[in-house]
T-cell receptor, first 113, second 111 residues
Framework: NAGVTQTPKFQVLKTGQSMTLQCAQD?????MYWYRQDPGMGLRLIYY???????DKGEVPNGYNVSRLNKREFSLRLESAAPSQTSVYFC????????????FGPGTRLTVT | GESVGLHLPTLSVQEGDNSIINCAYS??????FIWYKQESGKGPQFIID?????DKRQGQRVTVLLNKTVKHLSLQIAATQPGDSAVYFC??????????FGAGTILRVKS
């Protein structure tokens, strides 16, 4: 039981390049999330998917898109990377959307130059 | 939780002592609270949670206390060990809509 897995672990992009961060969970959870974490700040929600087939914007969605590919997988896409998107990105999942513990992946450290 | 910007508060404790990490939340409507531990270079790890109809909950070596009157949450770690060194942060469920995370407290355990 791997929990939440993310790929890649590290990535360096040039400004304007695009990439997709992959996330998968094997806990049969319904809800999945993408967060970014910047030094000294709390996790900020980018997008979430309350259940398969739905996605919604979080606190900081600009510059990102998501796809809930199936119940297990939730990807995050940066269409045109900017230096302000340099961050550590975490995927998480929970059984349901509201008032539930979220379980996190190991993170992707992204640098945009 | 609350953000304290770039400089996280630090709690230093001697190995074997008890640790108490505090968190304030702002929304009196929050009804679910959770503590996470994050080690350097890793993802946040669930420690313990509590709902607003309780004021105390115990896990293995950890206790969470909730004081709704002053909107305060604390995490107590008994017999702190070097492996407990990490950033600890709380989160609360804002209006049953999303988790709001604090920036965290650094726990350093001295051997």
């Amino acid at each position: 039981n791997a929990g939440v897995t993310q790929t890649p672990k590290f990535q360096v992009l040039k400004t304007g390049q695009s990439m997709t961060l992959q996330c998968a969970q094997d806990m049969n959870h319904n809800s999945m999330y993408w967060y970014r974490q910047d030094p000294g700040m709390g996790l900020r929600l980018i997008y979430y998917s309350a259940s398969e087939g739905t996605t919604d914007k979080g606190e900081v969605p600009n510059g990102y898109n998501v796809s809930r590919l199936n119940k297990r997988e939730f990807s995050l896409r940066l269409e045109s990377a900017a230096p302000s998107q340099t961050s550590v990105y975490f995927c998480a999942s929970s059984e349901w959307r509201v008032a539930q513990a979220q379980y996190f992946g190991p993170g992707t450290r992204l640098t945009v130059t | 939780g609350e953000s304290v910007g770039l400089h996280l508060p630090t709690l230093s404790v001697q190995e074997g002592d008890n640790s108490i990490i505090n968190c304030a939340y702002s929304n009196s409507a929050s009804d679910y609270f959770i503590w996470y531990k994050q080690e350097s270079g890793k993802g946040p790890q669930f420690i313990i949670d509590i709902r607003s109809n309780m004021d105390k909950r115990q896990g293995q070596r950890v206790t969470v206390l909730l004081n709704k009157t002053v909107k305060h949450l604390s995490l107590q770690i008994a017999a702190t060990q070097p492996g407990d060194s990490a950033v600890y942060f709380c989160a609360d469920d804002l209006n049953g809509n999303k988790l709001v995370f604090g920036a965290g407290t650094i726990l350093r355990v001295k051997s």
